[in-house]
């Protein structure tokens, strides 16, 4: 990632990255494009929307330091594989991911979806690592 591109996630992560709106659209598109996945979710999602957006928020202060990020996104990895995650679901969460941050951020544009891809794909790289 460019210096800029992470200067870019940082800032639309510190504003939008805990939004209960954000994690709201990310498990709408999720569930939306996938419901086969529905099942590996507590029927109650307000704690899961919760940490959704912590896990989020402590990823996004990562960017751009490749160990703490790794580290933390490693371990996410083992988690979500303990939770019956495979690794064709990364790409699924990536797609609601950027659908979910093209409805909440208001200066979304290429600039910002190319950064959030680059970003996600550096998590979802440490968090397969931790996985595998």
Do not use: C, K, N
């Amino acid at each position: 990632m460019t210096p800029e591109e992470v200067a870019l996630v940082r800032e639309q992560g510190r504003r939008f990255g805990r939004s209960p709106e954000l994690a709201d659209r990310f498990y709408v598109h999720l569930f939306g494009a996938h419901p086969e996945v529905r099942p590996m979710f507590p029927e109650d999602m307000a704690g899961q929307r919760r940490r959704f957006a912590a896990e989020l928020d402590a990823l996004v202060r990562a960017v751009g330091s490749p160990a703490s990020m790794g580290a933390r996104a490693a371990t996410l990895g083992r988690i979500h594989q303990a939770h019956g995650v495979s690794e064709p679901h990364y790409e699924a969460a990536a797609a609601a991911l950027t659908a979910a941050l093209a409805e909440v951020v208001p200066a979304w544009d290429g600039a910002a979806a190319q950064a959030w891809s680059r970003a996600f794909d550096l998590m979802a790289e440490a968090m397969l690592d931790g996985y595998r």
